[in-house]
């Protein structure tokens, strides 16, 4: 028989290939049945997960990737805009939420991590094939919705990054829209990544913050000791709105189809595993840190509504002083160009891999025309709602978050669902403490969802 090869859908490779499909040597993926070898035939399945030889700390430095990048995500424009918002306007009040989101978010991180492992498949195909293309679609339209307000929040992002510099919108957006396009059409983009990847790691600077500014530790530990958070409609949307820029759609299918390209199976899926719970721990740590920074400069001096960038801005003075302003602005730029790039790309992959379209960036509109579409009106869309005349910018980015939140508890029933299935996971799905923990976190969501929408339905 013929060896056979599977397309990438990684976006990264694709990139780095010039635009070219990558192929990479396929083992069909056989039924697991409980107490069987599961999926992924050719590969060293000896024991169960996590039982490997010890390695020195600097050895899982080394396969750090998918877990923290996919986690890091959330740190983008609207997390930015979302975080500071919930820190001038309620102070400290967040931060024990965010330990718990932290958690559900590396709950639902590591499930599909260790599906990418173990089945060697993406979300999007699992979905499909054990649930049929009618919640197929349904899954990708969710992505869609999701994946599309991302994008725009990008979008504002570079807007109003560029506001900053004294650019108005309508001249800076549409130059960079092309740009984008064409940085990946042309299989340019993973040249300069680098380069936006290092803008966007200004925002350390708010770990930094946190130690330079006046906090008020005790109000701080105060927070997690007598937890005091409002029941309040803007209350209930920032929540929902936290939970939506930490556990996003777009992540989920991010960490796992990564983990299919980077060829981890369960025989090393240990040291992913420490990737993705480091990612998450990471992600929560930074997060955090915007809160208080925000609370003790902003908050603590009466300024509890963000309206600009410049609003946000203020909170790296006593990092910057004078030059906050053009810190937060690169950083911002920065942020939002990096995911306005593999965003609309990544979407664009995952929505015509699940309904079976041609796909692929170097094909043309008549040859691809669903995914070229798509990806060409992802772009076009984040740009022109952004050159908006007139948009509350930040309070789109937050508003973009609080869809994201509103629509996650969709997607997070079919990880759950998918992770605890012994037919496809074998002896690694998830256990029935782990499922409870899962479950909890769906109907968590689920809850705060429907009060938050039922307060603003009574006001």
């Given at each position: 028989?013929?060896?056979?090869?599977?397309?990438?859908?990684?976006?990264?490779?694709?990139?780095?290939?010039?635009?070219?499909?990558?192929?990479?040597?396929?083992?069909?993926?056989?039924?697991?049945?409980?107490?069987?070898?599961?999926?992924?035939?050719?590969?060293?399945?000896?024991?169960?997960?996590?039982?490997?030889?010890?390695?020195?700390?600097?050895?899982?430095?080394?396969?750090?990737?998918?877990?923290?990048?996919?986690?890091?995500?959330?740190?983008?424009?609207?997390?930015?805009?979302?975080?500071?918002?919930?820190?001038?306007?309620?102070?400290?009040?967040?931060?024990?939420v965010m330990v718990l989101i932290g958690f559900s978010l590396s709950l639902v991180q590591e499930m599909c991590a260790r599906m990418g492992a173990v089945t060697g498949k993406g979300l999007s195909d699992l979905i499909r094939e054990q649930f049929g293309a009618a919640w197929a679609l349904l899954a990708m339209l969710v992505l869609l919705v999701a994946n599309t307000g991302v994008t725009i929040s990008e979008f504002v992002g570079i807007a109003a990054a560029a506001e900053l510099f004294g650019i108005p919108a309508w001249i800076a957006v549409p130059p960079i829209a092309v740009l984008v396009w064409w940085l990946i059409t042309g299989g340019s983009y993973r040249n300069v990544e680098k380069f936006f990847m290092l803008l966007s790691l200004i925002f350390f600077t708010y770990v930094l913050t946190v130690f330079l500014a006046p906090v008020d530790w005790h109000q701080v530990a105060a927070s997690f000791v007598h937890p005091n958070i409002p029941l309040e409609p803007t209350a209930l949307q920032a929540l929902v709105a936290l939970i939506g820029t930490t556990i996003s759609p777009y992540m989920q299918q991010f960490v796992q189809s990564s983990v299919v390209e980077k060829g981890v199976t369960p025989s090393d899926y240990k040291y992913t595993r420490f990737d993705t719970i480091f990612g998450v721990v990471l992600s929560i740590i930074i997060s955090m840190c915007i809160i208080i920074a925000t609370a003790a400069t902003l908050n603590a001096h009466g300024i509890t509504q963000i309206n600009s960038a410049a609003d946000a801005a203020k909170a790296l003075e006593p990092v910057a002083g004078e030059s906050a302003t053009i810190l937060f602005a690169l950083g911002l730029f920065g942020a939002s160009m990096l995911a306005a790039g593999v965003l609309p790309l990544a979407t664009a992959f995952s929505v015509t891999e699940s309904l079976g379209f041609e796909k692929g960036v170097s094909l043309s509109f008549r040859e691809a025309p669903v995914f070229m579409g798509l990806f060409t009106a992802l772009i076009a869309i984040g740009a022109l709602v952004a050159m908006i005349p007139g948009l509350p910018l930040f309070a789109v980015l937050i508003g973009v978050y609080v869809l994201n939140g509103t629509l996650l508890p969709i997607m997070l029933v079919f990880v759950v669902r998918l992770a605890g299935n012994r037919e496809i996971m074998g002896k690694y799905a998830i256990g029935p403490v782990y499922r409870f923990f899962a479950w909890a976190t769906v109907l968590v969501i689920s809850v705060a969802v429907v009060v938050m929408l039922g307060a603003l339905f009574i006001h």
């Open positions: 028989m013929a060896k056979q090869e599977t397309k990438t859908t990684n976006p990264e490779e694709v990139i780095a290939s010039g635009g070219a499909e990558v192929t990479h040597p396929y083992t069909p993926t056989p039924t697991v049945d409980e107490g069987k070898k599961p999926a992924r035939t050719g590969l060293n399945m000896a024991g169960p997960l996590g039982q490997l030889r010890r390695l020195p700390f600097w050895a899982y430095l080394a396969v750090l990737g998918p877990g923290v990048v996919s986690a890091a995500a959330g740190n983008d424009a609207g997390g930015i805009a979302t975080y500071s918002q919930a820190g001038a306007l309620y102070g400290y009040a967040f931060l024990p």
